[in-house]
Protein backbone atom coordinates (compact mmCIF):
# COMPACT_ATOMS: atom_id res chain seq x y z
CA UNK A 1 0.00 0.00 0.00
CA UNK A 2 1.44 3.56 -1.25
CA UNK A 3 2.68 5.75 2.45
CA UNK A 4 2.82 2.60 4.66
CA UNK A 5 6.54 2.50 6.07
CA UNK A 6 7.84 -0.05 8.04
CA UNK A 7 10.24 1.58 10.37
CA UNK A 8 13.14 -0.48 12.56
CA UNK A 9 11.66 -2.20 15.53
CA UNK A 10 7.79 -1.87 13.60
CA UNK A 11 5.74 -3.85 11.28
CA UNK A 12 2.73 -1.94 9.87
CA UNK A 13 0.45 -4.65 8.45
CA UNK A 14 -1.98 -2.40 6.36
CA UNK A 15 -4.88 -4.43 5.97
CA UNK A 16 -5.33 -4.80 10.18
CA UNK A 17 -3.67 -1.54 11.07
CA UNK A 18 -2.05 -3.90 13.80
CA UNK A 19 1.67 -2.80 14.76
CA UNK A 20 3.70 -5.89 15.78
CA UNK A 21 7.80 -5.85 17.07
CA UNK A 22 10.03 -6.65 14.29
CA UNK A 23 11.77 -9.60 14.83
CA UNK A 24 15.51 -8.78 16.44
CA UNK A 25 17.20 -10.64 13.00
CA UNK A 26 14.89 -8.49 10.67
CA UNK A 27 16.28 -5.31 12.28
CA UNK A 28 19.85 -6.39 12.22
CA UNK A 29 19.49 -7.38 8.93
CA UNK A 30 18.15 -4.12 7.65
CA UNK A 31 21.22 -2.35 9.37
CA UNK A 32 23.45 -4.63 7.31
CA UNK A 33 21.61 -3.35 4.35
CA UNK A 34 21.90 0.07 5.23
CA UNK A 35 25.88 -0.37 6.13
CA UNK A 36 26.42 -1.63 2.59
CA UNK A 37 24.58 1.13 0.75
CA UNK A 38 25.94 3.59 3.27
CA UNK A 39 29.69 2.06 2.28
CA UNK A 40 29.21 2.28 -1.46
CA UNK A 41 28.90 6.20 -1.75
CA UNK A 42 28.35 6.74 -5.74
CA UNK A 43 24.70 4.82 -5.04
CA UNK A 44 24.02 6.49 -1.58
CA UNK A 45 26.27 9.74 -1.44
CA UNK A 46 25.75 10.21 2.62
CA UNK A 47 29.66 9.67 3.93
CA UNK A 48 30.35 12.19 1.07
CA UNK A 49 28.77 14.74 3.27
CA UNK A 50 28.43 13.54 6.78
CA UNK A 51 30.50 11.64 9.63
CA UNK A 52 28.84 8.27 10.42
CA UNK A 53 29.23 6.29 13.42
CA UNK A 54 31.46 2.75 12.41
CA UNK A 55 32.19 4.41 9.11
CA UNK A 56 35.13 5.66 7.61
CA UNK A 57 34.77 9.43 6.85
CA UNK A 58 36.19 12.51 7.03
CA UNK A 59 33.19 14.31 5.70
CA UNK A 60 32.59 17.87 7.01
CA UNK A 61 29.91 19.44 4.92
CA UNK A 62 26.83 17.78 6.48
CA UNK A 63 25.83 17.03 10.46
CA UNK A 64 27.84 14.75 11.98
CA UNK A 65 25.08 11.87 12.72
CA UNK A 66 27.16 10.72 15.87
CA UNK A 67 24.18 10.46 18.15
CA UNK A 68 21.21 10.85 15.75
CA UNK A 69 19.40 8.14 17.14
CA UNK A 70 19.21 9.66 20.57
CA UNK A 71 17.95 12.80 18.95
CA UNK A 72 15.22 11.68 16.31
CA UNK A 73 12.47 9.10 16.18
CA UNK A 74 12.88 6.52 13.31
CA UNK A 75 9.70 8.01 11.32
CA UNK A 76 11.28 12.16 11.74
CA UNK A 77 14.99 10.18 10.58
CA UNK A 78 13.46 8.79 7.20
CA UNK A 79 10.87 11.71 6.36
CA UNK A 80 14.53 13.50 6.61
CA UNK A 81 16.46 11.23 4.74
CA UNK A 82 13.55 11.44 1.91
CA UNK A 83 13.32 15.09 1.22
CA UNK A 84 14.86 17.44 3.98
CA UNK A 85 13.20 20.42 1.94
CA UNK A 86 10.59 19.88 3.23
CA UNK A 87 12.17 21.09 7.06
CA UNK A 88 14.30 23.58 5.28
CA UNK A 89 13.80 24.27 1.86
CA UNK A 90 17.36 25.80 1.43
CA UNK A 91 19.29 22.78 2.45
CA UNK A 92 22.18 21.38 0.38
CA UNK A 93 21.18 18.14 1.50
CA UNK A 94 19.80 16.15 -1.95
CA UNK A 95 16.00 14.53 -1.97
CA UNK A 96 16.24 10.72 -2.24
CA UNK A 97 12.52 10.45 -2.83
CA UNK A 98 12.16 12.88 -4.76
CA UNK A 99 12.90 14.44 -7.90
CA UNK A 100 10.19 17.24 -8.02
CA UNK A 101 11.21 20.72 -8.52
CA UNK A 102 15.03 19.58 -9.80
CA UNK A 103 16.21 20.96 -12.29
CA UNK A 104 18.63 20.01 -15.08
CA UNK A 105 18.41 15.91 -14.53
CA UNK A 106 20.26 13.88 -16.82
CA UNK A 107 18.05 12.08 -19.30
CA UNK A 108 18.77 8.81 -17.43
CA UNK A 109 17.31 9.90 -14.10
CA UNK A 110 14.24 11.58 -15.38
CA UNK A 111 11.37 10.06 -13.21
CA UNK A 112 13.67 8.52 -11.24
CA UNK A 113 14.82 9.02 -7.00
CA UNK A 114 17.94 8.37 -5.97
CA UNK A 115 17.21 5.80 -3.44
CA UNK A 116 13.72 3.61 -3.05
CA UNK A 117 11.74 3.65 0.01
CA UNK A 118 13.42 0.29 1.06
CA UNK A 119 16.90 1.54 0.95
CA UNK A 120 15.98 4.56 2.90
CA UNK A 121 14.54 2.47 5.88
CA UNK A 122 18.03 0.34 5.93
CA UNK A 123 19.70 3.44 6.31
CA UNK A 124 17.27 4.59 9.07
CA UNK A 125 17.70 0.77 10.53
CA UNK A 126 21.65 1.27 10.50
CA UNK A 127 21.21 4.97 11.80
CA UNK A 128 18.86 3.87 15.00
CA UNK A 129 21.31 0.93 15.84
CA UNK A 130 25.17 2.45 15.35
CA UNK A 131 24.40 6.17 15.76
CA UNK A 132 23.03 6.70 19.56
Known sequence: MPGMRAW???????????????????????????????????ESGCVLCHR?????SRAELGPDLAGVASRMAATDLFDRIADARTLNPNTLMPPTLSNQHLRQLA?????????????VHD??????AYAR
Open 107 to 119: PEWQGKTLLVPAQ
Open 52 to 56: IPGLA
Open 8 to 42: PSLVVLALSGVVHPMPAWAEDAAAERGKALLLRHQ
Open 123 to 128: IVAYLM
